[in-house]
């Protein structure tokens, strides 16, 4: 056991059931490795399946897979359900095309990785000779890329003279826009020794790689849906036979009133199918525990698997019949939803502590468990939320984690649907559990009202003590954004979160939070460039002009052509998505996981064709901060002092300050800051706000819905940052730019808390209805005593008052966080906040954890 410098245990296992122990440290010490079974079902199943309905197909993929898929039991697990062959693997979800196309590159070269993967011999061949054949140019992105290029958002990907020319010289000047060093980072130790002439061909047929996620230079538009609360909660109150016999009513009755709606006959049919292949696929591993318990030589093991059988036998076909076995139910709904879908999927269990609590009040009242082994159980669960690795492309591994790269929250505490307190002795002993563990990457959101009681708050930020990880979230507010959505108070009352801070309904919202992405400081810069900088990767469209700034001789001016700007980016990737959800519908529906969703059966059709009770698209916002001081930067240095002039600024900019130094200094110090308790810069952030939600209003999604705005950054906004050059805050090119609804890095760091938020608090929430994520950094001294616990407690109570939506903590110091740099090993389990998602620190990349460790620490005296 280690102490570290605060005086906090850093000893991965201290305090834990010795079975938990075994499996966090197991999980902690698993190499990433990359299993191919998912992809090689869902490869034969869909090669003898084309001519069939594309739910019907997706559902045949999902029996296949768990009728094949190899099925293990660990040792010391009492929760049973693996996703891959491997113990630490990714279902790659090579019909989506994502990963398809990485490993395309990389899969040379895994071993090469900053978080390295194994693979065997046997699945690099199946991949390179039967998987990676069939997929090419039949993938969802393949197909919204070609929507994309005659649609005219990118160029099309061309074989004649004059497009390999166009795309060598657009190559080039991107090359030298980023630099050498923002090359060498992209392409990480990958690469190091050359080129191998399979990589050179891969990254030839793929040139337009960097277009097809980003349609144009400020904005993001990846081949995810997902993101959303899956209704495992349905599964375990209910049971899957349950759900089949709704589905067959509902089947007869279409077959009644509308025996024309093939659509809505094949996906009530595919729903069916893939409920009965999860069941089938429980059976299984009841079969293989009766196997293992008739060769076990110790008793205790013998018993252990018998019982495994027995609940497996159980559920989830039925309703569970205990805690235990309500734990396995929501665990198998989730692993199969897991597996329908692929990796990245960020489903979330929802509400545990309102769902699972009636089971554990009925078996403790009845001595069948106690509140240890009941713990011992939801850590299991939280181990297994956790146990998930993405094989992400090098400059993704550079700011993001790959351990727990999909974010499973759980959501404790809050309002019930019929507006009473919803705190209960289950939600207290989950955040006990949380505790104990040291944290774990699934994060834990606990949402607070003006009548949660505050032993429960003060219990919460006790957890903070030894387990970063955990988000709070304010009821009130929140509430009113999804009223203000469209939502029935008892459905906005039972909101969940999903993903890093995302707000969904519980188990009856598609509302596709993730994937749709725009970097606001690129539009600022795309602005004071005439359209220039960034400059266009290839398979890019050059942004427009929207106005000469030489001719710009007021505000108003620059803020017409700053909001031309914002227009058309949001426009186009409004554009792009449209595309992307048409592709969903026409080819990838999810029949497993809108089995699970409210509103599906009803209305006969899947999450991606609008089935969902509500049906929402969000912009992502990134760079807020950033983006706003650099406006009132513009402001006032340019029209108010006049400092400079506009031209001169942005010559400034494109040449990162060189020779400019006082300017960048000036500009840094002498101009109001967001989060800095200045009421300009609120009011910059505030119109800015406004000016997106404006623009979101004028369009719909693919399926009806509205678009909805969140802020939240998961790591990215250092990506945005490593592309962008110098702004006109004074952030020099490279610097990462603002995440979430956070203050610039140490622009707050003479302020305290306090400032930031209330800056934070006067964001409306029917303006940011998605979520918004606001990080804070802070000393562990401000928690060591219980009246520190009782003033953090009173702290986040007025934010939450005031309006305040979020806010997650990381309770550790710069030191502890330098010293882990310098020795990862010993600091393995230390969990921080990103921007939204929790992660071990040491599986971050460097320049993702240079950014946590430049985040201002707030202390008592602040």
């Excluded at 903590?809 to 906040?833: E, G, I």
Aim: net charge neutral.
């Amino acid at each position: 056991m280690r102490q570290n410098n605060e005086g906090h245990e850093t000893g991965r296992t201290s305090g834990l059931d010795p079975r938990v122990a075994r499996m966090k440290e197991r999980l902690l010490n698993a190499p990433y490795e990359i299993c191919m079974e998912r992809a090689l079902q869902f490869t034969r199943s869909y090669r003898a399946t084309e001519r069939l309905d594309p739910h019907l197909r997706n559902a045949l993929a999902l029996k296949r897979t768990l009728e094949k898929q190899t099925v293990r039991i660990e040792p010391d697990e009492q929760i049973v359900g693996n996703k891959t062959a491997p113990f630490l693997a990714a279902p790659l979800p090579v019909e989506r095309g994502d990963f398809l196309r990485s490993l395309q590159i990389e899969i040379s070269a895994l071993d090469k990785k900053k978080r390295p993967f194994k693979i065997s011999k046997r699945d690099r061949r199946l991949f390179e000779r039967e998987i990676l054949p069939y997929w090419d140019g039949r993938t969802l992105r393949d197909r919204k890329a070609r929507a994309w290029a005659r649609d005219g958002l990118v160029r099309k990907q061309a074989m004649d003279p004059l497009s390999l020319i166009s795309d060598i010289g657009q190559a080039a000047r991107w090359r030298r826009s980023l630099g050498e060093d923002t090359m060498r980072l992209m392409a990480g130790p990958v690469f190091e020794g050359g080129v191998t002439p399979r990589q050179a061909a891969a990254l030839f047929s793929q040139r337009h790689a960097l277009a097809h996620n980003n349609p144009t230079p400020a904005t993001y538009c990846f081949d995810v849906q997902g993101h959303l609360c899956l209704g495992v909660h349905k599964v375990v109150e209910h049971g899957m036979e349950a759900i089949c016999e709704q589905i067959r009513e509902r089947r007869a009755r279409l077959e009644r009133e509308a025996p024309a709606d093939r659509e809505g006959a094949a996906f009530l049919d595919a729903c069916l199918i893939s409920l009965e292949a999860a069941m089938a696929w429980a059976a299984r591993f009841a079969a293989l525990a009766r196997q293992m318990a008739a060769h076990a030589d110790m008793p205790e093991e013998r018993e252990r698997l018998e019982i495994i059988a027995r609940h497996c036998d159980r559920v989830p076909r039925h309703r569970p019949r205990s805690f235990h076995e309500a734990v396995q139910a929501l665990w198998f709904a989730q692993a199969a939803g897991e597996i329908q879908y692929g990796c990245h999927e960020v489903f979330a269990p929802g509400r545990c502590d309102q769902y699972l609590y009636s089971f554990y009040k009925t078996d403790l009242d009845e001595g069948l468990i106690t509140r240890e082994s009941a713990m011992a159980l939801l850590q299991e669960l939280n181990l297994k939320l956790t146990a998930n690795v993405e094989p992400i492309p090098e400059l993704g591994s550079e700011t993001n984690a790959s351990l727990g790269n999909s974010q499973h929250c759980v959501t404790i505490g809050g309002l019930t649907p019929g507006g009473e307190d919803a705190v209960n002795d289950l939600s207290y002993l989950m955040l006990d559990a949380y505790e104990q563990m040291g944290g774990c990457l699934n994060q834990l959101s606990v949402r607070v009202h003006a009548a949660t009681p505050r032993e429960f708050v003060v219990r919460a930020v006790r957890v903070l003590r030894r387990a970063s990880g955990i988000a709070f979230y304010g009821d009130d507010a929140i509430v009113e954004g999804l009223i203000g959505d469209g939502m029935k108070p008892e459905h906005a009352r039972d909101y969940c979160i999903v993903g890093c801070i995302e707000t969904s309904g519980h188990g009856d919202t598609h509302g596709c939070p993730g994937g749709h992405e725009l970097t606001l400081p690129a539009i600022v810069i795309l602005t004071l460039t005439e359209g220039r900088l960034p400059a266009p990767a290839p398979g890019q469209r050059p942004a427009p002009r929207t106005g000469n700034v030489r001719a710009m001789a007021s505000w108003d001016d620059f803020v017409r052509a700053f909001r031309s700007q914002l227009a058309h980016h949001i426009r186009a990737l409004v554009r792009a998505t449209a595309a992307k959800d048409r592709a969903y519908m026409d080819f990838l529906p999810a029949p497993y996981v809108s089995a699970l969703m409210s509103g599906c059966i009803e209305t006969a059709r899947d999450i991606t064709r609008g089935g969902a009770r509500y049906d929402f698209t969000s912009l992502d916002l990134r760079g807020l901060a950033t983006a706003a001081d650099s406006l009132l930067a513009i402001r006032k240095a340019v029209f108010e002092h006049a400092w400079l002039t506009l031209p001169e600024l942005a010559r400034a900019c494109e040449s990162n300050f060189r020779g400019k130094e006082s300017l960048s200094l000036r500009l840094r110090n002498n101009i109001p800051k967001f989060g800095a308790d200045d009421y300009e810069a609120t009011a910059m952030a505030l119109e800015l706000i406004e000016w997106v939600n404006q623009e979101a209003a004028r369009h719909t999604n693919a399926r009806g819905g509205r678009y909805r705005v969140c802020f939240y950054s998961y790591g990215n906004h250092v990506i945005d940052g490593l592309l962008l050059p110098a702004t006109p805050d004074g952030r020099p090119a490279g610097a990462p730019v603002s995440n979430g609804i956070s203050p610039a890095n140490a622009a707050d760091s003479a302020h305290g808390p306090l400032p930031v938020l209330r800056a934070a608090a006067s964001v409306p929430p029917r303006r940011a209805s998605s979520g918004v994520s606001l990080n804070l950094r802070f000393h562990p001294s401000v928690l060591a005593s219980e009246n520190g616990c009782g003033a953090f407690t009173d702290m986040l109570r007025a934010y939450f008052k005031i309006g305040g939506m979020h806010v997650q903590p990381n309770v550790v110091s710069t030191q502890t966080l330098r010293l882990a740099q310098a020795d990862p090993d010993a600091y393995r389990d230390l969990v921080v906040k990103v921007s939204g998602y929790s992660a071990y620190f040491t599986d971050l990349g460097r320049s993702i954890q240079d950014d946590i460790i430049a985040r201002t620490e707030h202390g008592m005296e602040t």
